[in-house]
């Protein structure tokens, strides 16, 4: 089933021939497809956001909406009304699509299902993004029928906050894929700092290792979380801290990713600690169901 907020034009977007702006499918409504979501919405480019389960589907609107009141009172969105969403069960949703962004589980054989459906359903000219933090692009592609039509750009979260992203061209990204993305980044107003590919790209590969050691030593009763943020913060530059980044990047998908880190590099520092285990395992998954390193309030999971 597919929902609506305003009637389409051709395909699943109210656009026409003429109109340059980038057509945008997402696959996942979790934290990153919302915020990607989010993001697109409120610069214009409209999306058909994919889920296929029915809980996560039916709150996506809400959850999105939200998030574009939180960025027009950050002033990081202006007050012209959002471009239009549709929310769909199926790959065949994202039929006119040009361009599909997966951002859905860090588990390499579900990205390329994902990516595989979705693409055929779109069609042979629309470029495949995925947003994994961790998953070597070439290692997907791999498994795609064309290869060439993948590259990875990954966002942060929030993304309508975080104005860079980080781009990885794989061994057989096609020039049009590029310049396909390309065109959608500045649609966006992203700027994209392309690097190699490989196992965390650059910014994964610091970051996590970073904050597993942050969290063990916490585990280690050297310092509370909150004095680790603050002694980052205020000695070291780090805006929010690595343990209040981790609630934000979700400690389950925190530790996903560090598991992809370690299978694929080798490096024990990849191994997630014990405290961030623990967490998991106590459902304290960060910011998105309302405690992890932290304790939120008002927080809808």
Wanted: net charge negative; proline share 5%; glycine share 10%.
């Amino acid at each position: 089933m597919v929902h609506r907020c305003q009637p389409p034009g051709k395909g699943r977007y109210a656009v026409t021939e003429e109109d340059p702006t980038p057509r945008l499918a997402v696959l996942g409504a979790g934290v990153m497809g919302v915020s990607i979501s989010t993001l697109a919405l409120g610069q214009g480019v409209p999306v058909v956001l994919i889920e296929t389960d029915p809980a996560k589907r039916a709150d996506a609107r809400a959850r999105i909406e939200r998030e574009l009141r939180t960025a027009q009172l950050m002033g990081v969105r202006s007050d012209t009304p959002p471009a239009q969403l549709v929310t769909g069960a199926r790959a065949a949703d994202c039929e006119g699509a040009d361009v599909v962004i997966e951002a859905i589980t860090e588990e390499a054989g579900l990205k390329v299902a994902a990516l595989t459906e979705a693409g055929e359903a779109a069609g042979p000219g629309t470029a495949l993004v995925t947003n994994t933090s961790s998953i070597p692009v070439d290692e997907l592609a791999a498994k795609l029928p064309h290869p060439e039509r993948l590259l990875g750009v990954h966002f942060m979260n929030p993304s309508y906050l975080i104005r860079t992203v980080e781009v990885i061209r794989g061994s057989r990204t096609s020039r049009q894929a590029v310049e396909t993305v390309q065109r959608l980044l500045d649609a966006l107003g992203r700027r994209g700092v392309f690097v190699g590919d490989g196992p965390g790209f650059v910014t994964s590969r610091v970051l996590h290792r970073m904050i597993n050691d942050a969290a063990r030593v916490v585990e280690e009763g050297r310092a509370t979380a909150e004095d680790v943020d603050i002694l980052m913060q205020d000695c070291l530059g780090h805006r929010t801290g690595p343990l209040r980044t981790a609630d934000l990047i979700g400690i389950d998908n925190l530790v996903d990713s560090l598991w992809v880190l370690h299978e694929r590099t080798g490096d024990e520092g990849c191994r997630p600690c014990d405290l961030l285990l623990q967490k998991v395992r106590d459902g304290e998954h960060g910011r998105k169901n309302g405690r992890g390193f932290y304790t939120y309030t008002g927080v809808v999971s």
